[in-house]
């Protein structure tokens, strides 16, 4: 089965420092990952996917992951973070038709 | 509907009592997906609905636990005899070939 790995349960950041949340997935012939954000109170929305093709996937608003077959990893990366990006943040990958998630990171911005 | 809906968005239960959680999907939207997501936790799936059958049920974590989708639209997730452990956010997903979208959830406490 296939499963992700969020080492990182927080990640404090001051405002307009560049961030990386970490996330490693179990190793697959073929993997489809994703990752969420989720702010308080409210439901999880898609920030970006990889499903195939590039390795590097962007957001629209600033966020990029670059998919890593040698590292098994799917790491998330912004270049300057702004309050507005305090959220829980997840990493899933399909496990047959279903959504796996880790655990969440934590991503607390100050100011 | 433009979104995943779900009712109530938030219930209070005594132990003991039942309850029954509903999602509307997205129209036209075959998959649903069932998720349990507990204070400070990723996303735990529960279950999984092709139309009207249910393919993947074993993340239900007791037999206190009942989904269904009658006629592959609206679905309802039951809790007899609730606990305290089920207390939790119960996410609603349904997918298309573009991907998921989540629900705001139900907030679910036991007291």
């Known amino acids: 089965a296939q499963s992700v790995t969020q080492l990182d349960s927080q990640v404090p950041v001051f405002e307009e420092a560049p961030v990386e949340l970490r996330c490693n997935y179990s190793?697959?012939?073929?993997?489809?990952l994703f990752w969420y954000v989720q702010y308080p109170n409210q439901g999880l929305q898609l920030l970006l996917k990889y499903l195939s093709g590039s390795t590097l996937v962007e957001s629209i608003n600033g966020f990029e992951a670059e998919f890593n077959k040698s590292q098994t990893s799917f790491h998330l990366r912004k270049p300057s973070v702004h309050i507005s990006d305090t959220a829980e943040y997840f990493c899933?990958?399909?496990?047959?038709?279903?959504?796996?998630f880790g655990t969440g990171t934590r991503l607390q911005v100050f100011p | 509907g433009a979104g995943v809906s779900q009712s109530p968005r938030y219930k209070v239960a005594k132990r003991g009592q039942d309850v029954a959680l509903r999602c509307d999907p997205i129209s036209g939207h075959v998959s649903l997906f069932w998720y349990q997501q507990a204070l400070g936790q990723g996303p735990e799936f529960l279950t999984y609905f092709q139309n009207e059958a249910q393919l993947d049920k074993s993340g239900l974590p007791s037999d206190r636990f009942f989904a269904e989708r009658p006629e592959g639209s609206v679905s309802t997730l039951k809790i007899q005899r609730t606990q305290q452990e089920d207390s939790a956010v119960y996410l609603c997903a349904s997918s298309s070939w573009l991907g998921y979208t989540f629900g705001s959830g139900t907030r679910l406490t036991v007291v």
């Open positions: 190793s697959s012939v073929s993997v489809y």
């Open positions: 899933a990958v399909i496990d047959t038709d279903k959504l796996i």
